[in-house]
């Protein structure tokens, strides 16, 4: 049987931000063929794995991201995605998730370990506390870095200090808008 993977799913600057001073997003340079590749590959995943940061950020646009008449065909198409899809919501001060969610209080390896067993597609973590959680408990599999061509100067790092991670880059891909895959194992 073939066993899920937990793969970090993150947008970062060249150096090394997935969240600019202020929590300024605005520098990711997401356009139509590089969320339409979002879109193709999430559609296959089992559950996105979210900290409480990231779902909020999520749970505020995306359930009426395809009403919006300023919403872009890809974006319209990943608002059902997100709304469809399960998520586990790992947060100790969340009271109630919706949009077809679970919370769970704390990251346990062993039911994340119980999860990766389920049978069904790879599951993508999105935040960088909770990534940096998993990756203390050996549960990151694969990291799917979409590097952009911009320096952000400050904000919040992927990786916090004394992090150490030895990775296999196993693919890259370039967008047309300057963003690179990388994807490490």
Request: proline share 5%; net charge negative.
């Given at each position: 049987?073939r066993v899920r993977k937990v793969i970090v799913w993150m947008s970062i600057s060249l150096d090394g931000f ?36 990231t779902y909020e950020l999520m749970a505020d646009f995306w359930p009426t991201a395809d009403r919006d008449p ?116």
């Amino acid at each position: 049987m073939r066993v899920r993977k937990v793969i970090v799913w993150m947008s970062i600057s060249l150096d090394g931000f997935f969240e600019g001073p202020g929590g300024n997003l605005s520098w990711h340079r997401v356009d139509d063929e590089l969320h339409q590749h979002f879109n193709d590959e999430l559609r296959g995943m089992s559950a996105f794995l979210h900290g409480r940061r990231t779902y909020e950020l999520m749970a505020d646009f995306w359930p009426t991201a395809d009403r919006d008449p300023a919403s872009t065909a890809p974006m319209r198409e990943y608002a059902g995605i997100w709304r469809d899809m399960p998520k586990i919501v790992y947060s100790r001060s969340l009271d109630r998730v919706a949009w077809n969610s679970t919370l769970v209080p704390e990251v346990v390896p062993e039911q994340v370990r119980a999860l990766k067993e389920q049978p069904g597609g790879d599951l993508t973590l999105g935040g960088a506390e909770l990534a940096a959680a998993f990756a203390r408990h050996g549960l990151v599999d694969e990291w799917r870095l979409y590097l952009h061509p911009v320096v952000v100067g400050g904000g919040r790092s992927l990786f916090p200090a004394g992090t150490t991670l030895d990775l296999e880059l196993t693919e890259t891909r370039r967008f047309g808008n300057g963003v690179t895959l990388l994807h490490y194992r």
